[in-house]
């Protein structure tokens, strides 16, 4: 093998770090890694500068129907299916925990236009100061969140409940 220039050599050399966070930043872009960073800290932002509370704060329905959807645990979980085959099957998606024994998906593989509403939806509830970041993809209603759900009629978001996938222990 021929011994490499001690330009190439250097170049390899610092070339090695460069590679490493390149495998670490794969690896965290494979699992929302970045998006869930930055919602994280727009809900850090909301704890160390609340916005001004506003009851009649304009939400989208999508907002609304993830505020109703965990309004009785408040259990929040922003993840993608990295295994998935399709595309759509992968994206970053909003689960809710009904209860100890349902999940709704706020998710859909024929329209991913629902998927993205529903994320946008919950990234208006993180700058809103509604949710609370707590490890990795996990998150759930603030104190703030709470209230605000218990305010919405299923009435008023029952369509996009109804785009919701029930889930029930386990199954996700």
Known sequence: MDKLSPLAQSSLTAAQPFHGEMAASWEALGSGGPTLAALAAVCARAIIDPPAADPAQP????ALAILFAAR????IEVRGVRTAFEAPGRLLAVYVEEDGSRTVAF???ERPEV???FLEGFCQLCRAGMIVHHL???FTLSVAGFARAREVDRQDVAEELAEAT???LHER
């Open 72 to 75: 009785e645990r408040g259990v």
């Open 136 to 138: 990795q993809r996990d």
């Open 59 to 62: 939400l989208s329905r999508e």
């Open 107 to 109: 998710r859909s593989q």
């Open 115 to 117: 998927t993205v509403r």
């Open 166 to 168: 029930e889930f029930g």
